[in-house]
């Protein structure tokens, strides 16, 4: 079975998991940039930060060309991964695949876009109330080692495997 691991993330939150994984069950963890052909892989495990409740715009694309194969999903995102349906909403685009795994954690957000949420104005669905603030403060804790372990233990049943070379 050839595995691998493709990812987009733009300050570096899913990378850190992607690689985390990479290491840990030897696989190669690829930008989706430069990642071959989804049909080279029999188990795919795919990566992204969460942007408008949906992962990455350069993950998108690659997203649509995935067909069959087997998919473990993780997603890293600012929002509560217990309230979010990011990765739901990820799922319908994969609908010719079979996803057997998924992982989300929180991710960090960077100072630029904290600045912007909180100039929201109060009117707003999204305006910057105390939940919000606390929300926002987990979300800076993470990824975090436990997020990590997390990772590697959701994804282990998946891929330790004899001849994995894990
Ligand atoms: C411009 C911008 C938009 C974002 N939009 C969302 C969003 O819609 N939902 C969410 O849960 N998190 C959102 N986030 C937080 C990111 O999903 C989170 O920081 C993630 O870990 C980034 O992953 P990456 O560094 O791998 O790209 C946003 C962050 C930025 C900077």
Redesign the pocket.
């Known amino acids: 079975m050839k595995a691998g691991i493709v990812y987009?993330?733009?300050?570096?939150?899913?990378?850190r998991i992607a690689r985390a994984l990479a290491s840990a069950f030897r696989l190669e963890a690829v930008p989706v940039e430069q990642a071959p052909d989804p049909e080279t892989f029999d188990l795919l495990l795919l990566g992204?930060?969460?942007?408008?409740?949906l992962p990455?715009s350069p993950m998108l694309p690659y997203l649509k060309r995935c067909r069959r194969q087997k998919i473990g999903l993780f997603l890293?995102?600012?929002?509560d991964p217990a309230r979010?349906r990011?990765l739901q909403r990820t799922a319908e685009l994969l609908d010719q695949c079979d996803i057997v795994t998924t992982f989300s954690c929180?991710?960090?957000?960077?100072s630029r876009?904290i600045e912007e949420m909180k100039r929201r104005p109060s009117t707003s669905p999204h305006a910057w109330t105390p939940e919000k603030a606390a929300r926002v403060a987990e979300?800076q804790k993470h990824p975090n080692e436990i997020d990590l372990a997390r990772a590697l233990e959701t994804f282990r049943p998946l891929l330790d495997l004899p001849g994995n070379g894990s």
Do not use: I, L, P
């Open positions: 987009t993330s733009r300050t570096g939150n899913t990378e992204s930060g969460v942007y408008n409740g990455d890293t995102m600012g929002a979010s990011a929180q991710g960090r957000y960077t876009r979300a």
